[in-house]
């Protein structure tokens, strides 16, 4: 299911998620679950989106610690890739500079999967 939100809604659940985590934020819940460009889990973004956009990839965990994963320029296919240590529950966002996020429906990782979200479609799937 896709799903607009504008930017404001956007922010503020990112500050909710910030305020909750306090000093730790960048330290502590972020230690365990390292973006990386290499290993790990990889995740490839089809950005077929019908007015093409540079998108900005997040990786949300049920927890809410979101990790910038990359860019993903309008019209293209990028390969992202995510740390070790990050099994879990997830959910991905792409958000724009026009103020829009785009959220995954979740997923579970539970170590080296090979995750790929068509964007048009809104399809998340998972080769392990």
């Known amino acids: 299911m ?4 504008p930017l404001g809604t956007l922010l503020t659940i990112a ?4 305020s909750a985590c306090g000093p730790s934020m960048s330290g502590g819940a972020e230690a365990s ?8 889990t990889a995740i490839t973004v089809r950005n077929n989106l ?5 998108l900005t990839i997040l990786l949300v965990s049920s927890g ?3 990790n910038r ?3 993903v320029p309008g019209g293209e296919t990028r390969t992202l890739h995510y740390g070790s240590g990050g099994a879990g529950t997830y959910r991905l966002a792409a958000t724009t500079a026009a103020g829009e996020a785009l959220l995954s429906d979740t997923f579970t990782l539970s170590g ?3 995750i790929t979200w068509d964007l048009r ?3 998340i799937t998972n080769s392990r």
């Open 2 to 5: 896709l799903r607009l939100r």
């Open 50 to 54: 019908t007015v093409p956009t540079v």
């Open 33 to 40: 679950s390292q973006v990386s460009t290499a290993g790990g």
């Open 15 to 18: 500050l909710v998620s910030l």
């Open 112 to 114: 080296s999967d090979q």
């Open 69 to 71: 994963i990359g860019l």
């Open 121 to 123: 479609s809104n399809i």
């Open 64 to 66: 809410g610690v979101r």
